[in-house]
């Protein structure tokens, strides 16, 4: 079996990837790198021509950008069930590159004090912060989870974004929103790597 490696850092998205790597259940190794230094390194950017984490080495395929590296899990450790079947996977994609797409980049803008007036919110991919809203309302509604009634892959991308933007203020506090992240984690994998990240933690800093 290839062997799994995880870049990472307690204080980056890696939290997303580590807990997606909980819920397949998957043997890993984790490197965990560091701001400025071990992340701008050669031997790192050969990996990420980025300079940030997270990111996956399985054999030898690199996958980097959060939801690409859940999507890629997802389909690499099938046993774990975390993505419905091809035919039914149109809710799953959906929902989950609308939260890597519209819902980061609006969530940004607006926390960076970016609005977006009238008519050139036809030139953003998201139009408006409340447009988004509105449509992550409508997602998170409309079944147990994300992609219907099966917690998935998806859950685990858009679950984590809504989890931090209630915790940090930065989407609309919405019943729905608090009733969804809650659900989403809820879970032991989700415990787990928690754990694991906030035992990383440096010791003058907060864990998440």
Same mark, same amino acid.
């Not at 799994?4 to 990837?17: A, D």
């Not at 965990?32 to 230094?37: A, M, N």
């Not at 590159?97 to 969530?107: C, H, I």
């Given at each position: $079996?290839?062997?799994?490696?995880?870049?990472?850092?307690? $204080?980056?998205?890696?939290?997303?990837?580590?807990? $997606?790597?909980?819920?397949?259940?998957?043997?890993?190794?984790?490197?965990?790198?560091?701001?400025?230094?071990?992340?701008?390194?050669?031997?790192?950017?050969?990996?990420?021509?980025?300079?940030?984490?997270?990111?996956?080495?399985?054999?030898?395929?690199?996958?980097?950008?959060?939801?690409?590296?859940?999507?890629?899990?997802?389909?690499?450790?099938?046993?774990?069930?975390?993505?419905?079947?091809?035919?039914?996977?149109?809710?799953?994609?959906?929902?989950?590159?609308?939260?890597?797409?519209?819902?980061?980049?609006?969530?940004?803008?607006?926390?960076?004090?970016?609005?977006?007036?009238?008519?050139?919110?036809?030139?953003?991919?998201?139009?408006?912060?409340?447009?988004? $809203?509105?449509?992550?309302?409508?997602?998170?509604?409309?079944?147990?989870?994300?992609?219907?009634?099966?917690?998935?892959?998806?859950?685990?991308?858009?679950?984590?974004?809504?989890?931090?933007?209630?915790?940090?203020?930065?989407?609309? *506090?919405?019943?729905?929103?608090?009733?969804?992240?809650?659900?989403?984690?809820?879970?032991?994998?989700?415990?787990?790597?928690?754990? *694991?990240?906030?035992?990383?933690?440096?010791?003058?800093?907060?864990?998440?």
């Amino acid at each position: $079996m290839a062997e799994l490696v995880f870049y990472t850092n307690p $204080m980056s998205r890696g939290r997303i990837v580590r807990w $997606m790597i909980e819920e397949t259940g998957a043997e890993y190794r984790e490197e965990v790198l560091h701001y400025g230094t071990t992340m701008k390194a050669a031997e790192y950017l050969a990996v990420n021509p980025m300079g940030k984490v997270p990111a996956i080495r399985h054999g030898d395929q690199v996958v980097t950008e959060c939801a690409a590296i859940c999507a890629y899990l997802a389909d690499a450790f099938p046993d774990a069930k975390l993505a419905p079947e091809p035919a039914r996977r149109g809710a799953y994609y959906r929902w989950m590159f609308f939260a890597a797409g519209p819902l980061e980049a609006a969530v940004t803008n607006r926390s960076m004090g970016f609005k977006i007036e009238g008519e050139k919110q036809m030139m953003a991919g998201y139009g408006s912060f409340e447009a988004v $809203m509105d449509a992550l309302s409508v997602a998170v509604k409309a079944s147990p989870w994300i992609a219907g009634d099966d917690f998935t892959a998806a859950d685990v991308y858009m679950g984590a974004q809504i989890g931090w933007g209630l915790q940090f203020g930065t989407i609309e *506090k919405r019943p729905e929103f608090a009733d969804y992240a809650k659900r989403a984690t809820d879970r032991d994998a989700y415990r787990r790597a928690t754990a *694991k990240d906030d035992a990383l933690m440096p010791k003058d800093q907060p864990a998440a």
